[in-house]
C-alpha cells in the first residue's frame, strides 16, 4: 500500500488555490518592480527640463497606481495562501487526533505524550508555515528579483553594470542559510536554560522545607548558581552571533551601493548611462536586498520543516497493533471466556508476563484475581481487552477466538475499571454517562448508587452537574476511584472487570458496593482483582497469580484450607487488621 504524503496530497487537491495565489503574487511583484524605473524616468525628465506641473501629477498617480496595485494584489495573493496554510493544518491535526485513536497503548507508552503534543503543535504549524511563507516568499523573491533585472535592462542599463553591483549581494543567501540556523538553535538554547532555571527554582522552593531541615541551603543555592552561569553564557553567544548576523546582510547591503556609485557614478559622469538610470541601480540595489534574504530564509525554513514533515508522515502511516481483522465477526451474546495456554510477552519483553495460563470465566459468575504486585493481574485484562493483541489460538469467546471479533462489539461489551480512573474536566454525569451520553438521569443515579457515591455527590451545590479538573472541583482520591466505578457500573456490561477499583475505599464502603453488585450481576460476569482479600472473598472462584502464573485456584474456604499463598495472604491481612484493632 503506498503511504500517505500528506503535503503532496493536500497541494494537489488545492492546485486551483495555489496557481491563483501564485499568478497575483506574480503580477503584484512585476508591478512593484517597475517604481524604481518610473522614477529614473522621472529624474530623467526633470534633468532635461521637460517636465511639467501636469507630468509631475502623472507620475505621482502612477507611482501611487502602483502602489495600490501592489497592496491589493499581494494582499490578496498572501491571504490565499495562509487561508489554504491554515486549512491544511487544521485537516492535519483532525487527521492527526484520528490516527491517534487507532493507535495502541504500546504505541502511546513508547512515545510520551510530550512527543505526541509537540507532533500535534510545532511540526504540524511548521509544515503549514513552510508552506504558507514557502509560497509567498518563494515567489516574491524569484519574481522581483527577475523583475528587478529585466526592468534595469529596459531601463538602459548595461548588463555588466547591473552584475558588478549585485555581487556583494549574491552573499547574504549564503550567510543567511549559514548562519540562520546557528542563531535560531541557539536562541533554542537560550529558552531552553531559561526554562531549567525556572524548573530549578520551581523545585528549590517546592522543596524548600526539606532543604531547611537538612540545612543544605548552601547546596541549593550553588546549584541555582549553575544554571544562571550556564544561561549567562548562552546568551552571550547568542548576543554575539546574533549581532554579526545583523550586521552583515546591511554590511552587504552598504557595498553594493558603494560599487553602484563609485562604477554607476563614473559611467553616468562619461555619459554612458543617464541620470535617471543612475537613480533607479541605486533604488533597485535596495530592493534586491529583501528577496535575496528570503531566499536564506526560505532554504532555512525548508530544512527545518522537511523533518517534521517526515514525522507527521511516519505518524500518519503507523499501523495499529490491534485492529480488526478483515472478516471480524461480532459477538451476539453472553459465552463463556476461556483462556488456553495463555503465555504472553509484552512487545520487545524477553520474559513472559504471563505463562501458560489457563481459566474459564462462566456468565453469571464472579471470579476474583488476587497477586503480588507485578504479578500479571493487569496484564491478564488488558488481553481480554485487547489493549494488547494476545496470541492467536489462547483466548477464546465460546468457539470465537479474540482475535477474530471486532473490537467494538467486543469492547462494548466489557466495562474495565482501573485503580486510577481517569476523570475528563466536564459534569460529573457526563463522567459517569461516559459509555452512553444520552443515558436517562435515573441510569446515572442508580450507577452512583450502586458505587456508593450518590451521597457525596448530592451534596455538593450543583449535584451531578458539578464540573471536575483544573476549574471545577477536585474530589478526593476515594471519590474519584468511586465515580469511576459508577461509570463502569453504569455501562451494564456483559462482563465488568474491577482492577483494584476499590483500593481507595474504607472496607464499609467496599462492603457495600460489593453487595451491590452480587444483587445487580447475577446473570453476568464480574471479575474483580484486588490486593485485599476482602473484595475477593465471596467469589465463586479465586485465582492466585504469581510471577505470571496461576498458582491456586478455587473458593476462598478451599484456599484456606490448603496451605500456600492465598491463605499466607489472609493470614497477613487479618493479623494487619489485628494490629489496627489493637492502636
Ligand atoms: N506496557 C508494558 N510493557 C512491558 N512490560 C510491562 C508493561 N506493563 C506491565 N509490564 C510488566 O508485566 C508484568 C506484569 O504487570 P501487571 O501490570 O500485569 O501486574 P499487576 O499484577 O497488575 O501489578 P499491580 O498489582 O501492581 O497492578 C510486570 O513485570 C510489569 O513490569
Redesign the pocket.
Known amino acids: 500500500m503506498k503511504g500517505k504524503e500528506l503535503l503532496k496530497d493536500y497541494v494537489t487537491a488545492h492546485i486551483p488555490g495555489y496557481l491563483l495565489a501564485v499568478l497575483l503574487i506574480v503580477v503584484a511583484n512585476v508591478v512593484q518592480s517597475a517604481l524604481p524605473l518610473v522614477l529614473g524616468r522621472f529624474t530623467d525628465d526633470l534633468q532635461t527640463g521637460v517636465l511639467s506641473y501636469d507630468s509631475v501629477l502623472h507620475f505621482a498617480l502612477l507611482l501611487l497606481g502602483i502602489g495600490v496595485s501592489y497592496g491589493v494584489l499581494f494582499g490578496f495573493g498572501q491571504y490565499q495562501v495562509m487561508r489554504l496554510g491554515r486549512r491544511f493544518e487544521f485537516e492535519v491535526r483532525q487527521k492527526l487526533f484520528g490516527k491517534f485513536s487507532t493507535l495502541s497503548?504500546?504505541f502511546f507508552?513508547k512515545q510520551g505524550t510530550g512527543k505526541l503534543l509537540s507532533y500535534v503543535t510545532n511540526d504540524v504549524q511548521s509544515v503549514r508555515e513552510s508552506i504558507s511563507n514557502g509560497v509567498t516568499q518563494t515567489t516574491n523573491a524569484v519574481v522581483l528579483l527577475l523583475s528587478c533585472i529585466v526592468m534595469m535592462m529596459i531601463g538602459d542599463i548595461p548588463l555588466s553594470l547591473i552584475l558588478i553591483c549585485i555581487s556583494p549581494l549574491v552573499f547574504i543567501p549564503l550567510i543567511v542559510v549559514r548562519i540562520g540556523p546557528q542563531v535560531r538553535e541557539r536562541s533554542m538554547h537560550v529558552q531552553e536554560s531559561l526554562a531549567g532555571m525556572t524548573e530549578s527554582a520551581e523545585e528549590q522552593f517546592g522543596g524548600i522545607r526539606v532543604t531547611k531541615t537538612f540545612g543544605t541551603e548552601k547546596i541549593a543555592e550553588n546549584r541555582f548558581g549553575e544554571k544562571v552561569d550556564r544561561i549567562r553564557s548562552t546568551q552571550l553567544f547568542l548576543v554575539r552571533l546574533s549581532s554579526l548576523f545583523q550586521a552583515a546582510i546591511p554590511f552587504l547591503g552598504a557595498l553594493s551601493l558603494v560599487l553602484a556609485l563609485l562604477v554607476g557614478g563614473t559611467q553616468t559622469l562619461s555619459g554612458n548611462i543617464t541620470l535617471g538610470s543612475f537613480v533607479s541601480l541605486t533604488l533597485y540595489m535596495r530592493i534586491i536586498v529583501g528577496p535575496l534574504q528570503q531566499i536564506g530564509n526560505v532554504i532555512n525554513m525548508m530544512q527545518r520543516s522537511g523533518a517534521s514533515l517526515e514525522r507527521v508522515n511516519r505518524l500518519m502511516n503507523e499501523e495499529p497493533d490491534v485492529q480488526d481483522e478483515a472478516d471480524a465477526r461480532t459477538l451476539d451474546r453472553p459465552e463463556e471466556i476461556r483462556f488456553e495456554h495463555l503465555t504472553f510477552n509484552?512487545?520487545?519483553?524477553r520474559?513472559p508476563?504471563?505463562k501458560d495460563i489457563n481459566l474459564t470465566l462462566s456468565p453469571g459468575k464472579t471470579i476474583g484475581i488476587v497477586?503480588?504486585?507485578?504479578?500479571?493481574?493487569?496484564?491478564?485484562?488488558?488481553l481480554l481487552l485487547r489493549i494488547?493483541e494476545p496470541p492467536r489460538g489462547s483466548l477464546f469467546f465460546g468457539a470465537t477466538d479474540i482475535r477474530d471479533l471486532s473490537l467494538e462489539s467486543l469492547r462494548s461489551r466489557l466495562a474495565y475499571v482501573p485503580?486510577d480512573g481517569f476523570l475528563f474536566s466536564t459534569t460529573i454525569r457526563d463522567n459517569i454517562a461516559f459509555s452512553d451520553r444520552e443515558a436517562p438521569m435515573e441510569k446515572v443515579e442508580t450507577g452512583a448508587k450502586r458505587a456508593m457515591i450518590y451521597d457525596n455527590i448530592s451534596r455538593f451545590p450543583e449535584g451531578f452537574d458539578t464540573r471536575l479538573g483544573e476549574r471545577g472541583v477536585t474530589l478526593s482520591g476515594g471519590q474519584r476511584q468511586r465515580t469511576s466505578l459508577a461509570r463502569g457500573l453504569t455501562k451494564k456490561a456483559q462482563v465488568l472487570i474491577l482492577?483494584?477499583s476499590m483500593s481507595a475505599v474504607d472496607s464499609v464502603t467496599e462492603t457495600g458496593i460489593l453487595d451491590n453488585l452480587v444483587r445487580e450481576r447475577r446473570s453476568k460476569t464480574t471479575i474483580i482483582?484486588s490486593?485485599r482479600i476482602s473484595a475477593v472473598k465471596h467469589a465463586d472462584e479465586i485465582v492466585v497469580?504469581s510471577e505470571?502464573r496461576i498458582v491456586q485456584s478455587g473458593t476462598h474456604e478451599e484456599l484456606l484450607r490448603r496451605e500456600g499463598a492465598y491463605a499466607m495472604l489472609h493470614r497477613l491481612q487479618e493479623e494487619g487488621l489485628h494490629h489496627d484493632e489493637l492502636e
Do not use: M, N
Open positions: 497503548e504500546h507508552s509484552y512487545p520487545g519483553s520474559e508476563a504471563l497477586g503480588r504486585t507485578g504479578s500479571g493481574k493487569t496484564t491478564l485484562v488488558k494488547y485503580q482492577d483494584d482483582i490486593h497469580l505470571g
